[in-house]
């Protein structure tokens, strides 16, 4: 059999990862040109909140070959996981009573599954191809993932900062650092022309400019990474969101196109995210919590800050009797954290500040 051609290995490549359910993948090269910039004007802004480790090691942000030696190129792929329709989404944010989880974490947590599939898609060219030096990512390594997957024409950024195709935005990205010979692609052009809607329709404003998110004001942010209380000014913008939110995107124009049909089945909700009744997600015990979350990303946050959460939620919907029993449950919660957030809802609920009128169950 001849050796493969750089054409044949780029034919093998598409061919391989739409196999594996990937829905795009580009050839980026590992020079970040403009990167380091726009990361230190980022920093400065203080943007980054609490996540100190984004002020680590800028040069190996900025330059993905130090990350993995002897890089020549990047295979930057996209992995959709949107399971449920848009409607649905939006109805849920309607409904004062239950939870809202960000589309991403419904289901199964990603990174394994990614880095597993970017194992089998390196194997499956090297199959044909040849040994090749390589090694898998997914949010796993001091990456800028937007910029790469952006200037390799995996999408363009839009101006919520989250990269974009024309089938919208909800999707993973995963890298393969590698040392094949193929030529990388052309940057994509940004297709966000004068919209803006992302900026309007975020809760908190977070999106402080185009292609500028203040994640101190981002309520992604601040129902999983940040540690400490969630600033007062900010929980009744939160509504019932629980972990994460997906506003941006729900109204981002582009998600009309959004692809539901491959790479999804390993996201839809799990059984456990079924009854999302905000009292009875209060009243999971911290072994609940880590029982019914095994495999997910939200496991991570752990029972104390999803309490704070809840319970941020819990305040901003009606008196219920049930919303009330539940907050009395946890007014002497040992945490000073949940504590704090329990008492703010029920005194929220209390004095009638909730945009909900009271309702019987």
Known sequence: MPPLSVFDLRTLLEREAHHLGFSAVRVSRPT???ARKHLDTWLTAGYQGAMTWLERDPDLRTDPSRLWPGTTCILTVSLPYLSEDLTSCQDALNDPTEGVIA?????????RLMRRRLHLLAEGLAAQWGPFAWRPFSDSAPLLEVEIAAQGGLGWRGKHTLLLQRQGS????GELLCNLPLPADPPEKDHCGTCQTCLTVCPTR???APYQLDARLCIAYLTIEHPGPIPESLRPLFGNRIYGCDDCQLHCPWNRFANTSRGARAFLRRKELENLSLPALFAWSAEDFQTHLTGSPIRRIGHERWLRNVAVALGNGPATPGALTALAQRRNHPAEQVREHVEWAWQRLQNGNSPYP???E
Not at 103 to 111: I, M, R, S, T, V
Not at 170 to 173: A, G, I, P, T
């Open 103 to 111: 589309q991403y974490a419904l289901g199964q947590d990603y990174h």
């Open 358 to 360: 009271p309702q019987s």
């Open 206 to 208: 977070a999106i402080v």
């Open 170 to 173: 909800y999707f993973f990205l």
């Open 32 to 34: 970040l040109r403009t």
